[in-house]
């Protein structure tokens, strides 16, 4: 089949061949932006924000309660969210058909296998059509099922719903869960009595979503949001009603928290961190109202967090140099770092990002060249590899296990292999599947392609890069091609299975993730190297991919559509500025563009925490120079800029919807092409986007029509 043939029985083909209905030349007027220039003077540094005035004066509330946006702001946002409309109407068809092929592909609704505890076996499940799960549990060895919560019935009638953190506690007598009703990842734990059906009464609210039952099922943990978002106190309630009491608070800005149990259910942590540093209390299991006991004061630069392991805890440690980690290990009786002892060393370039205990093995994960390895050890202390999977790119994450046994429960995925749940036997070797992502019986993962490659960084790192395509898709650089990315916090991009992806490689385009640094592909140094004054170095690499993939001839300049969510979408806005020659398109979902003015707010939840990322241009000059030479915001000139999509939604309290409002602001004020800058805001909804499954199949199903359409166009061109 030629490329003609392959093009003619899809939607680019349609578009490419003679449909019109894109045509960018003949877009609507756009909205006009309001000019109010604000002069910002900050370390002898003047700037000056012409639309400033897109950030509510009262930001955090609006967080906290959508109605009370300036109607000013309202009334633009839906103007732009009219104008986004009109622009993509011609793609309305397209956007039906991508729905339905992803719900399609959806439903029936996979179901995992149960989560086995004692004499329990609870489960999730989706009824048809539903946006949200069930849960549900049956006695282990068979019998009826008992409801524990219905979401979808709880979404109903409201414009937004997350479920969070649904968890039994340890005598299974109370079932609990965290749910945020605006998007603003502002939750209330409801606690339910499973017997009776009783839920807490006057819940906690104002929640950051964690929380954990005391090992005796008699306390709740529960971890509560400032007035700024932060994670700020662990509070401590009977866990069937009751006063709180105050376990601990963090007064460092700097710092998140988290409370967490251990596999064994001896032991309670909190452990307090940023991306550079740690620390962790814990609190036994026999005293639950006793005072959380500091393992090892924090100290810049040195990581850890604990696990319990028979009479010892295992502490997971970058200390003493090594950076991506080793295993040490301390009596329960002696946790401080006086008794620490070496046990699995540090090993460069297998990073050890998490830790899996059982009664007789423990097991831990290793990230290698971006995929996820599973190491394990016996009593012996003997490490060894006892499953290994071979696909290019892949995705593994540890589920609940039975800490008593030598089973190892995970699931595996990759760009071609649906979910899979595992079992895998620490003792043999051996897995077998437990259940399967249920897919159309049409979908066949031999006729796609997951490769691996790597282009050649500016300084000579070897950057890698994921590609995912059908393999029919000629590879002679007509092939449009998504480019995604992320690239901070040292976390690693997770090349998984998606339907909606499908939908787009299906049509002739090849996806591709850039491994930047920033993230932690190739261990923790590949973090280190784009931190601060290096940051860059993440957008360098990025090109850098899109040349390699330019050379290979997967795709050509314009022929690329460019995709970041949060801060990959100051990824794509920063490769955007760099390079808009190479780019078809540009989609920042929530993305994080306006760094100076954010990082220069130190009321914003995430800036005292990401100081150590991206530096402090309150008070650092040279953080405030280096930032403001590629903040995507300040940067935007008179440049041929490519179409833009932006996506925001008006609760979200990590990237203000301001950031891409502004954004795309400029970029159509600036750019001298001529081409539609569009902004969509959800009215509803946080920076995780849409709760309910189907409308997030319609949010993808928009940003695809954008780049299928944008870069069909070009295509015919």
Request: proline share 8%.
């Amino acid at each position: 089949m030629n490329r003609r043939q392959f093009l003619a029985g899809t939607a680019l083909g349609a578009l490419a061949s003679g449909a019109r209905g894109f045509a960018l030349a003949h877009h609507p007027k756009p909205p006009i932006t309001p000019r109010h220039p604000e002069r910002i003077e900050q370390l002898g540094r003047v700037r000056v924000d012409d639309y400033a005035w897109l950030k509510p004066a009262n930001w955090k509330e609006v967080w906290r309660d959508a109605s009370t946006l300036d109607p000013s702001i309202r009334a633009y946002l839906a103007e732009e969210n009219q104008y986004c409309d009109a622009v993509l109407a011609p793609t309305e068809p397209l956007q039906a058909q991508l729905i339905a092929e992803m719900k399609a592909r959806t439903a029936p609704s996979s179901e995992p296998p149960p989560e086995e505890d004692g004499d329990w076996a609870y489960l999730t499940r989706y009824a048809p059509g539903a946006q949200h799960p069930r849960y549900l549990r049956r006695p282990r060895d068979g019998g009826a099922e008992t409801l524990l919560l219905d979401a979808e019935a709880r979404a109903a009638g409201q414009p937004y719903l997350a479920i969070k953190n649904a968890a039994h506690s340890p005598d299974q007598r109370l079932f609990a869960w965290a749910e945020d009703a605006t998007g603003s990842e502002k939750f209330t734990i409801q606690v339910k009595d499973i017997a009776s059906g009783a839920l807490m009464p006057d819940p906690p609210t104002s929640a950051f979503g964690d929380f954990v039952f005391s090992p005796d099922s008699a306390w709740l943990f529960w971890v509560w949001r400032d007035a700024n978002s932060r994670p700020a106190r662990l509070y401590r309630r009977p866990a069937r009603g009751g006063q709180d009491s105050l376990v601990y608070e963090e007064t460092d800005p700097a710092f998140l928290m988290e409370v967490l149990l251990s596999a064994s259910r001896r032991y309670i942590f909190i452990r307090c961190w940023n991306d550079v540093t740690s620390e962790v209390r814990l609190i036994a299991g026999t005293g639950p109202t006793v005072a959380p006991l500091l393992v090892a004061p924090r100290r810049a630069g040195t990581i850890y967090d604990l696990e319990h392991w028979q009479d010892d805890f295992v502490i997971r440690t970058n200390a003493d140099g090594a950076e991506d980690f080793k295993l040490m290990r301390a009596p329960v009786t002696a946790p401080q770092p006086a008794h620490w002892r070496p046990w699995i060393a540090h090993r460069p370039g297998r990073f050890i990002t998490e830790t899996h205990p059982f009664a007789r093995r423990f097991t831990w994960i290793e990230r290698v060249e971006g995929n996820l390895h599973v190491m394990a050890a016996g009593e012996d202390g003997v490490p060894h590899e006892p499953v290994t999977f071979d696909e290019a790119a892949y995705a593994i994450e540890v589920q609940p296990s039975d800490y008593a046994g030598d089973t190892l429960r995970l699931t595996y995925q990759s760009p071609a292999t649906p979910e899979q749940w595992l079992a895998c036997d620490l003792a043999a070797g051996t897995r077998r599947i437990l259940a399967e992502q249920d897919v159309p019986s049409s979908f066949d993962p031999t006729a796609y392609v997951v490769k691996r490659l790597h282009a050649a960084a500016p300084d000579g790192a070897q950057v890698p890069i994921t590609v995912f395509h059908a393999r029919r898709t000629p590879l002679d650089c007509t092939a449009p091609l998504m480019l995604t990315g992320y690239g901070a916090y040292g976390y690693s991009f997770v090349t998984d299975f998606s339907i909606p992806r499908l939908s787009l490689v299906d049509r002739g385009w090849i996806w591709a993730v850039a491994h930047v640094r920033g993230g932690s592909e190739k261990g923790w140094s590949w973090f280190e190297q784009a931190r601060r004054l290096e940051k860059k170095t993440s957008f360098t690499d990025f090109i850098a991919c899109a040349e390699e993939l330019i050379r290979s001839r997967h795709t050509a300049p314009k022929r690329i559509a460019l995709h970041g969510y949060s801060a990959g979408g100051l990824l794509v806005g920063a490769a955007e500025n760099m390079r808009p020659d190479l780019w078809g398109a540009v989609i920042g979902q929530a993305p994080f563009v306006d760094m100076l003015n954010t990082m220069s707010d130190a009321t914003h939840p995430l800036v005292p925490l990401t100081r150590p990322v991206w530096g402090d241009p309150l008070h650092d000059p040279a953080a405030y120079d280096y930032i403001a030479s590629y903040s995507p915001y300040d940067n935007v000139g008179a440049r041929a800029y490519p179409p833009t999509l932006a996506t925001t939604a008006i609760s979200d309290d990590r990237v203000g919807f301001w950031e891409p409002a502004k954004w795309i602001a400029k970029l159509r004020a600036r750019s001298t092409s001529g081409q539609p800058m569009l902004l969509h805001t959800e009215m509803a909804g946080g920076h995780l986007g849409a709760a309910g499954r189907y409308d997030e199949i319609a949010q993808w199903a928009r940003m695809y029509a954008f780049a299928i359409a944008t870069l069909g166009r070009a295509l015919e061109n």
